[in-house]
């Protein structure tokens, strides 16, 4: 029973109703001896398996190849629609340990253990599932879909984001109040519904004891004008991170007021600059090349929208280009934002291993088995090395102050 659980069982997740224990069980295992583990162990205990001698993280890890396992644990952190572990890979290598990650898409979630020997919990909206989080942690980390809030500034409160998945992060925060707070959105998020989204993001978290670089007279009062700039000072893009990509995305930090820091102090941009051949491979497969028919379409959609008077179309780069256009979840129907040019041929897609190294992900990480899922997760995916600077100042500013 248990050779089954530890190895052949976490292999692929199909048993749904078997999920949560995959969770439960590399939990308990990953997080060793502490009070987090205990509490995993029992409600396995509770629920008829016996974790009284799950193996130790070294040894689990060591028989399933898992490389990317944090040497030093400064701080904890949970990692929230998780996805294929952007903001863990950020954190652990700060010293940072995950006690609780989740996230509902199954592919990732098998990517998830992959690497890190932790198959996330399921559907965070779900009571049972928030209940699993460790009562104290130090870090909330997540990514959240960028959605309008109907109801926005009737009630100043955490009831404006009802019927959002940003709700359940407040409700998380509210609940467990930890020192500080990382989310990362699309730069959309500051124009979306006109400014009321990202208002309400911060009026719901601020009013719950937390403070960040934009006054408090904006966020409660406006105008959103002035609110909308002084957000766009926390997008930071890839490409000036050492990233050969223009991925502009907002990274919002708070923290608690209590811990009395009057302003965070975001990275520095990098001067070095970047090239496309930083992240290319050798002897790429011709099966990436693309097809004469989607090459005629690219180029046949690309015209119509110049005669439009717009930019759309496919985007064109070599070794030389010093960083390419954003790579999308969509990236795997066609390639049209980022073609590699080659001499003598059709341009070609990115290959997975590109796509990974186009996001920052070390050269040990490991890849999906399928191509599209792939570029769905590597395209859904932070930049790596983005978050890692923004969480350096976390760790400085913050954590230990």
């Known amino acids: 029973m248990k050779k089954t659980i530890y190895n052949n069982a976490f292999t692929r997740f199909t048993d749904k109703e078997f999920d949560e224990k995959y969770a439960l069980i590399s939990h308990a295992i990953q997080l060793g001896d502490t009070i987090n583990a205990k509490k995993y162990r029992d409600i396995l205990k509770e629920n008829g398996i016996d974790a009284s001698d799950l193996p130790s993280a070294e040894l689990f890890n060591k028989d399933n190849k898992i490389v990317l396992v944090p040497k030093r644990n400064k701080f904890t952190f949970i990692d929230l629609f998780a996805g294929i572990g952007g903001f863990r890979i950020a954190m652990q290598n700060l010293g940072g340990q995950c006690v609780f990650s989740s996230e509902w898409d199954e592919p990732a979630k098998e990517t998830y253990f992959r690497n890190y020997g ?3 919990f399921g559907d965070i909206t779900i009571p049972a599932t928030k209940a699993l989080i460790p009562d104290n942690f130090d870090v909330l980390c997540a990514g959240f879909p960028c959605q309008p809030f109907s109801n926005a500034g009737l009630k100043k409160g955490i009831e404006d984001t009802r019927g959002t998945l940003f709700y359940h992060i407040a409700e998380i925060l509210r609940d467990h109040q930890p020192k500080a707070v990382l989310l990362e959105n699309v730069r959309g998020l500051i124009s979306n519904d006109k400014g009321k989204t990202i208002q309400t993001v911060l009026r719901t978290i601020t009013g719950m004891g937390y403070t960040c670089n934009v006054p408090q007279e904006l966020i409660d009062n406006g ?19 050492g990233v050969p990509q223009n991925r502009p995305r907002i990274y919002i930090v708070l923290w608690k007021k209590d811990l009395d820091i009057k302003e965070f102090l975001y990275p520095e941009t990098e001067n070095t600059k970047t090239k496309v051949s930083s992240i290319l491979e050798k002897n790429v497969p011709d099966t990436f090349t693309i097809s004469d028919k989607l090459w005629a379409g690219h180029q046949r959609r690309k015209l119509e929208h110049e005669e ?9 780069f070599n070794g030389d280009s010093e960083y390419t256009s954003t790579i999308s979840r969509r990236y795997y129907k066609d390639g049209s934002e980022i073609l590699i040019e080659q001499p003598g041929k059709n341009p070609r897609k990115l290959t997975p291993r590109e796509a990974a190294n186009l996001q920052g992900f070390p050269k040990e990480f490991k890849l999906p088995d399928s191509n ?16 890692e600077k923004v969480s350096e100042q976390i760790v400085k500013q913050i954590l230990e102050v």
């Open 308 to 316: 439009k008077g717009n930019g759309f179309g496919y985007c064109l």
């Open 372 to 387: 599209t899922k792939a570029y769905q997760q590597f395209g859904n995916s932070v930049a790596v090395p983005v978050v």
């Open 118 to 120: 932790e198959v996330p």
């Open 223 to 241: 105008p959103v004008s002035k609110l909308k700039e002084e957000c766009a000072k926390m997008v930071l893009c890839a490409k000036d991170y």
